[in-house]
């Protein structure tokens, strides 16, 4: 039996019970430090520091399973560093990466947004994604909450320095939007050169967002990736 190992990104509760419907395996939401239930635990500190203690978890409940690992945008990056610690610390090797929103982990960030700006700068960043409703943008009690804490994700983004000393072995199965404006469609390729395994992707219609289009039939789509790489 498959599981589906969601390692991070804004859009995961979602994913989950849309997954939920269509998979009859296992989803294994990554509830990070600092996010959701985990709110009072201090915001974790890197990604790859997560990785480690998320791959050390899976380690010991998911080893007897295909494991598939699933990042979206900043969440890439530590999806990224889960696998690559499965393997090397583990000896656990994934049936297969799937990124979406996001370039290659050692490519430039295109976000024009930076920590050192500073919060406003952060929701006029979050009104140019359409990452929320105006009425949450503007509601001062939710986003004295959330602002640390993505305030946190964006640095930790910031911070992260990919190591090149050992591609990983899990095949990627890269999804993206033709309209995304966090990705540059022609350097996507550069995916292939964190990996030994097969490289893959495919564009929808749609933006950073994509998935959540109404016409989009991306989860109908993951669900038949999953099951033909089984």
Request: with cysteine.
């Amino acid at each position: 039996t498959g599981t589906v190992i969601l390692g991070g990104g804004i859009t995961m509760r979602a994913l989950v019970f849309l997954l939920k419907l269509l998979l009859k395996i296992l989803v294994a939401p990554v509830e990070l430090p600092g996010h959701g239930r985990r709110a009072k635990e201090p915001c974790g500190e890197s990604f790859v520091k997560m990785a480690k203690s998320i791959a050390k978890e899976v380690s010991q409940r998911f080893s007897n399973r295909k494991l598939y690992i699933y990042g979206h945008s900043l969440g890439t990056i530590l999806a990224y560093e889960v696998c690559k610690c499965l393997e090397k610390s583990y000896d656990i090797f994934p049936k297969l990466l799937i990124v979406s929103g996001r370039n290659a982990p050692f490519d430039s960030d295109l976000s024009t947004f930076k920590t050192s700006m500073g919060e406003q700068m952060l929701i006029e960043e979050m009104r140019r994604y359409q990452f929320m409703p105006e009425t949450l943008l503007e509601n001062k009690g939710f986003m004295d909450y959330f602002l640390p804490i993505t305030m946190n994700d964006y640095k930790m983004g910031e911070d992260y320095l990919y190591d090149d000393s050992e591609k990983i072995l899990t095949p990627i199965f890269l999804n993206y939007g033709d309209c995304d404006i966090e990705i540059v469609p022609e350097r996507l390729d550069l995916w292939k050169d964190v990996t030994k395994g097969s490289f893959h992707k495919k564009v929808y219609s749609g933006g950073h967002f994509f998935m959540f289009d109404k016409e989009s039939t991306y989860f109908e789509d993951l669900v038949k990736t999953v099951i033909q790489s089984a």
